[in-house]
């Protein structure tokens, strides 16, 4: 009859929601927000949320205890009030995102929340000391607390009261674990400083350390004699912006995060591996070797001690050919310029471009030459995409870099064009030592439109 009808009827209002609805308290405790809180305390996951614990620019951190009164911890992230809002570029490029995320800020925050539970679940699988996530639901993930019996927090490593003696214990243990992060995990943390990891005592009354058990990491070393017991572990915490390793900027991620233990540690005195070396160290498939007494492999806590000190050996000598020189009159200030050229060498590492892949390598047939002048110490991918040193042939005069069954040949006999693709399709044409009996043989070119007409057919 051209009468205007509320379809919604007297319930029109009832969706109605003002700045009430929305605000927040501390941050992050909105309404629906403790709705999910009441709704843990109602199915009997929490028996009571006390006050905050940390602070930081996408969560807050709270005590809670469960009902049979052991301390738990409640990781609740910032939905209203975004402080941290570059998200994306931790997340774009993830094989786990392939399907594309959502740019909602609630929907992103619970996505965050889910994903820091997946890499917890990582690193505890592979034995890093890290807090047992136990639910997520939404923006509020409940795990265990690191602290102590009476449910203070352990402190920070930025603020943890650490004796000397056991600094050099606890680098190690965190090279070791952010090594098993990379090879067994396969992530890379993204933010690991002094900030975002735990100085952690065990509780134990006994005058010796608990002994280890199959459960945990076999990164673990040995207390040093004389230490005090019961000697602390670092546990890593906020994994929620780990990548995995064939992220874009996996390698990026990871040079901040070995620069920022680097120079924690070096700040506290300890004789550390330098930026470059500790790259290497993580990144490499294989750092152990054989044992010339027992034919034994290594471990790799073994081969991190001497790394350590061969670098140590090196230094020494260093410092005694500038004693040497000092006593001709000829060294004045050259342990200033071996340091500057440290920091001057990692400062054009830390702006380097390093390839994940032989397909992103920029310039091939450079580094082929590079290495047949011999200067591949210089390749600075080498190991992190797994090429092995190079084999020469007396015969041909041939430099090979074989990386998995791939090489690439540096000859005037040779297609340029295919040497990009000879890394995907090596085995297909024919294997390695066919080739080395018969010499190089060029292979026809792939993809559709180099095939014959009658083959398409």
């Not at 009476?150 to 943890?160: F, I, N, Q, V, Y």
């Not at 300890?270 to 054989?290: C, I, M, N, P, Y």
């Not at 390093?354 to 310039?363: S, T």
């Not at 590079?370 to 190991?383: H, T």
Request: charge should be negative.
């Amino acid at each position: 009859m051209g009468v205007g009808v509320n379809r919604k009827g007297p319930s029109a209002h009832a969706n109605m929601k003002d700045k009430s609805d929305r605000a927040t308290n501390e941050q992050v405790l909105d309404p629906r927000t403790r709705l999910i809180l009441f709704k843990m305390i109602g199915r009997g996951l929490l028996d009571e949320v006390n006050g905050c614990i940390s602070t930081g620019k996408e969560a807050n951190v709270y005590h809670a205890l469960s009902p049979d009164r052991k301390h738990l911890a409640l990781k609740i992230y910032k939905t209203s009030i975004l402080v941290f809002k570059d998200r994306s570029k931790y997340v774009a490029g993830e094989y786990r995102f392939r399907r594309g995320f959502s740019k909602n800020p609630r929907k992103m925050v619970r996505l965050w929340a889910e994903k820091e539970m997946r890499n917890l679940r990582r690193l505890q699988a592979a034995g890093i000391k890290c807090p047992d996530p136990i639910e997520v639901r939404e923006n509020v993930l409940v795990m265990t607390l690191v602290g102590t019996k009476e449910g203070w927090a352990s402190p920070r490593l930025k603020d943890a009261q650490i004796p000397q003696h056991l600094l050099g214990y606890l680098y190690r243990s965190l090279v070791l674990s952010i090594r098993t992060m990379f090879h067994v995990c396969k992530l890379v943390h993204a933010d690991l400083s002094e900030y975002n990891i735990l100085y952690h005592r065990p509780h134990t009354t006994s005058t010796t350390t608990p002994p280890i058990t199959a459960q945990e990491p076999s990164t673990s070393i040995e207390p040093i004699p004389g230490s005090e017991p019961p000697v602390g572990e670092l546990w890593i915490i906020d994994v929620s912006q780990s990548v995995e390793h064939d992220h874009p900027s996996a390698f990026d991620f990871l040079r901040n995060d070995v620069k920022n233990v680097e120079d924690f540690f070096a700040r506290k005195g300890v004789s550390t591996l330098g930026l470059r070396r500790t790259f290497e160290f993580v990144t490499r498939d294989k750092v152990a070797q054989l044992k010339e007494s027992k034919g034994m492999e290594e471990t790799d806590e073994e081969a991190l001690k001497r790394w350590i000190e061969e670098r140590e050996t090196q230094g020494a000598q260093g410092d005694e050919g500038d004693e040497t020189d000092d006593l001709k009159g000829e060294g004045v200030g050259e342990e200033e310029d071996e340091k500057r050229d440290e920091e001057h060498e990692d400062a054009i590492f830390m702006k380097s471009y390093i390839p994940r892949n032989l397909n992103e390598v920029y310039d091939p047939e450079r580094d082929v030459e590079k290495v047949a002048r011999g200067d591949a110490k210089n390749l600075i991918y080498a190991d992190t995409i797994g090429v092995v040193a190079p084999t020469t042939s007396k015969e041909d005069g041939d430099v090979h870099l074989v990386k998995k069954g791939v090489k690439f040949e540096n000859g005037d006999d040779h297609d340029d064009e295919s040497e990009g693709e000879e890394g995907e399709g090596e085995n297909e044409g024919g294997s390695e030592d066919e080739d080395g009996e018969k010499g190089f043989v060029e292979k026809k070119p792939r993809g559709h439109k180099f095939e014959d007409k009658d083959a398409k057919k």
